[in-house]
């Protein structure tokens, strides 16, 4: 059974800058994710989300637009933004932990108040003339809660349920619990994602073996560090390309480019920096490389040090 893989939302990384330079250079991908809109304290739609789905900022495969909502209304009120831009599916983000937004019920908030989110979906899925797809963690305080909420969410048409195997109040922090993930597969009729620490082409081959059910999986932070790994996963390799280097000078120059098209040098700059906190993760010695890239003033700067890093990591290769 091939897998099918998706790109998880990162708001700040995976946005139409790095989804669009990702398509230029990669492959692998089954489908992109943009991360979610939210409105803000006067109601209206955050701006920088709002302007990411546009459809001319998205001129490749298509992607499932994400909100977080903790009531119809709301939820309602962006997803008619969404349709009416043409999105046919619309993801629920019931992950985002941080106690500022789940305090207020949103994100992974809601986890723990199954009752309120089955009268939303009752109440949005009638109205929203989108299919709902909904991307969750396993709970608040625990991962107890999914347990309760999965068999209710069988009422439901709903196209799919991505699990982020941790519960809020972890954060990032702690392992991703496999053995709740795995009870959860039969308590769900629903088509069912497994996300959750994936960063090699080995973990990704172990987790498979654990859940041999699971055919879709996402993958975050591990593949904006390594943006390779999709395509050595479809492909099953631990290989990268011969032409590694190259490629990864032309996806960075592709996503500053479509930064600058944007922005200012100096926000270009520090959005590239930014990536690079992640880049650096999959070079050997990548922390001394991300230490001299934070350093950098200017554009000139930034660009001598990492076209200086990838030129001899290209020389390196050759003379192996
Ligand atoms: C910086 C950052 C931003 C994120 N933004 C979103 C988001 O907009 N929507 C969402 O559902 N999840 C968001 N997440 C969670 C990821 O989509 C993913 O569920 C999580 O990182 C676990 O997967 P991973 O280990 O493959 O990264 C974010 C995570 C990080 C680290």
Known sequence: MKPQLLLAPLQSYTDHHFRNAFQQVFD?????YAPYLKLEHDGSIKSGPKIDVLPENNPYEPIIPQV???TAADFLHMSSYL????YTEINWNMGC??????????????LDKPDKICAIIEEILPKMNADLGIKMRMGYESTADILE??????????TEIIVHARYAKQLYNGGCDWERFKACIPLTKHSLCYNGDITSVKEFRELKLLFPEIRRWMIGRGAVADPFLFEMIADDTTDYPTDRYEVFQEFTDLLLESHLNHSNDGNALNKMKSYWEYFSEAFDDGHKLYKRIKKAKTLSDYSTVVNEFLESEVEYVYED
């Open 97 to 110: 932990p941080y106690p500022m937004v789940a305090k207020r019920d949103l994100g992974a908030g809601i």
């Open 68 to 70: 977080m909502a903790a």
């Open 28 to 32: 692998g991908v089954d489908q992109f």
């Open 149 to 158: 909420l999965l068999p209710r969410l069988n009422d439901y048409p709903i």
């Open 83 to 86: 349709t009416d831009l043409g």
